[in-house]
């Protein structure tokens, strides 16, 4: 039964849906499995380190993230704390895995950035900040590891806001660091919170002692406190105040400090998340801004899983209800094709593990098992012609050719690098002249990451070898001539390079070449093609949407 425009909004101002980012090792994926345990909803963390042991973080659930201990797919959790509905979407922090992280940021409403506190500000924190700017994406900075000897909390404030270009508004600070650590001061409640190494369960509650001028703090951590008192002091004199409408905007970040490992900070983190965090808001659609509180649905395919069950095959659509209240069984369109759905065993997560789903709001993530019939940046709605835009796939900078050790098992590749291209973490192209096929990517742990999913997943052991090719670019075109002119156009230019030419995923033509001058020579040659470094997504690849 379709929910009234007050129960949709009621549910609307409930949710929370954010990623977590941050450079490879900062300890991401452990601040996500203590979220999780703060919440409620795992009643013990997995390891992200011990190769040997038999747990594992909730979200590595691929073979591989169990083995390397490294995160190499976004995963997503949902849990309810404090009323509120999170959805939370860990994503891999190492750089070759950047393109569905991209991704995943155009699906949430807020991020929670990880920094470790004795690297500071690390390459890949840049640039997923890049991202998060972009799209004035609201920020919470949480400063891991003050368990260790660290850089001290004033130069890592000092070079957040120098590196990041945000202002940092500091809600907690550390009193001391290292084997000296003994807790952080509350600076909004006026209280420390005691520090004690915690274990992977959620344990009784934490030492508070009220008042951060009690003189029980001074004699209990003497010099640490005396430091922390004159930091926070100077801070305090120096820094603004938080400005919420600052923060929503992306300029400025609340920071909290904690060791993740041993259960510390978390507790401020998650309250945080669901007092500053924004519910899910409008949505900016090629047709109209789409607001959360519509009593219509509509949602957007912002990435693609293969064989989450291995047992089953399976592929899951991961989709972010945009607007309205989804309903088990209900009808919706698929605005790219015109097919109909009427999916029955729409799920919700906690990584690997899925819970059947009867009903879901705007800022949920829900998965919808298909096969082949949902691609990257697919718009679901009710059946209104809409298309949300925003969803970047960008051109591979390394290329490699596969085939199939065994060649009975050439079946098995093919089905396994379709399914592997739906999902984006990999670009398949086809040679228009030539059956080999080739791999795009934008790091070589890709192709490792390849090769291992199609020896586990499909059966299929795989040589990939070296390609003369270091460039692609998607063509288009574009002249002002007509439609019809341009489609001759465009075939003229495929066939004049057909030995450079291939198709991708959904079919976009593409040009390969070896050398950034051969690339300039041939654009200057075809003046009424345009060659484009990035594409939104499958469904505008032939219709004016790309940006080049």
Request: aromatic content about 8%.
């Amino acid at each position: 039964m379709p929910a009234t425009a007050t129960a949709i909004a009621d549910q609307v101002r409930r949710r929370r849906t954010f990623a977590i980012i941050s450079h490879p090792d900062a300890g991401k994926t452990t601040l996500t499995e203590k979220l999780l345990l703060f919440s409620g909803a795992i009643q013990i963390a997995g390891s992200v380190k011990a190769r040997k042991a038999t747990r594992h973080a909730t979200s590595d659930w691929m073979e591989i993230e169990k083995q390397r201990g490294i995160s190499v797919a976004s995963s997503v959790m949902q849990m309810v704390y404090r009323d509120c509905v999170i959805n939370l979407l860990d994503t891999p922090g190492h750089q070759d895995f950047s393109e569905d992280t991209y991704r995943v940021l155009t699906a949430v409403d807020a991020a929670l950035m990880v920094i470790d506190a004795a690297n500071g500000v690390e390459p890949q924190t840049r640039r997923l900040l890049q991202v998060c700017r972009a799209r004035n994406t609201p920020i919470l900075t949480f400063v891991n590891k003050l368990d260790r000897e660290v850089q001290e909390p004033l130069n890592l404030m000092d070079e957040i806001e120098r590196e990041l270009g945000m202002t940092v508004v500091p809600f907690t600070w550390p009193v001391g660091m290292g084997k000296f650590f003994g807790g952080v001061m509350d600076l909004r409640k006026g209280q420390m919170r005691v520090f004690k190494p915690g274990e992977d369960r959620a344990g009784g509650d934490d030492e508070i002692i009220e008042g951060l001028a009690n003189p029980l703090l001074a004699e209990r951590f003497g010099a640490a406190y005396t430091q922390a008192g004159s930091e926070v002091e100077l801070v305090q004199e120096a820094a603004p105040p938080f400005d919420e409408a600052a923060f929503l905007a992306g300029r400025q970040t609340p920071m909290f400090f904690g060791s993740a490992v041993n259960n510390f900070g978390v507790q401020e983190v998650l309250d945080a998340l669901v007092d500053l965090a924004p519910a899910p808001g409008s949505r900016q659609s090629m047709q109209r801004t789409v607001a959360p509180e519509e009593p219509k649905f509509s949602g957007v395919v912002f990435k693609i899983q293969a064989n989450m069950d291995p047992a089953h095959r399976d592929r899951i659509a991961f989709l972010r209800v945009a607007s309205g209240h989804f309903e088990r069984g209900m009808r919706l369109k698929v605005v790219r094709s015109g097919k109909e759905l009427r999916p029955n065993t729409v799920v919700s997560f906690l990584s690997q593990r899925r819970e059947l789903l009867d009903e879901a709001f705007a800022g949920d993530i829900i998965g919808i098992p298909n096969h082949g019939v949902l691609q990257l940046g697919d718009t679901l709605t009710e059946g209104e012609a809409l298309q949300f835009t925003g969803l970047p796939f960008f051109a591979p900078e390394m290329f490699r050719m596969v085939e199939v050790a065994d060649p009975l098992r050439t079946k098995q590749l093919k089905a396994g690098l379709a399914q592997l291209g739906e999902e984006g973490a990999i670009q398949v192209f086809r040679p228009v002249a030539g059956s080999v096929l080739m791999l795009g990517a934008v790091g070589q742990l890709q192709f490792e990451v390849v090769a291992h999913r199609l020896e586990h997943e499909y059966g299929c052991k795989a040589r990939i070898s070296p390609c003369r090719f270091s460039i692609a670019r998607w063509v288009t075109c574009e002249s002002g001539d007509g439609a019809t002119a341009d489609e001759r156009e465009l075939a003229r230019f495929i066939d004049a390079n057909s030995h450079r030419m291939a198709y991708d995923a959904v079919d976009a033509p593409t040009l390969l070449v070896e050398y950034a001058p051969e690339l300039r020579a041939i654009e200057s040659n075809w003046p009424k093609i345009r060659f484009h470094a990035l594409r939104e997504h499958a469904g505008l690849v032939f219709q004016r949407r790309l940006e080049g």
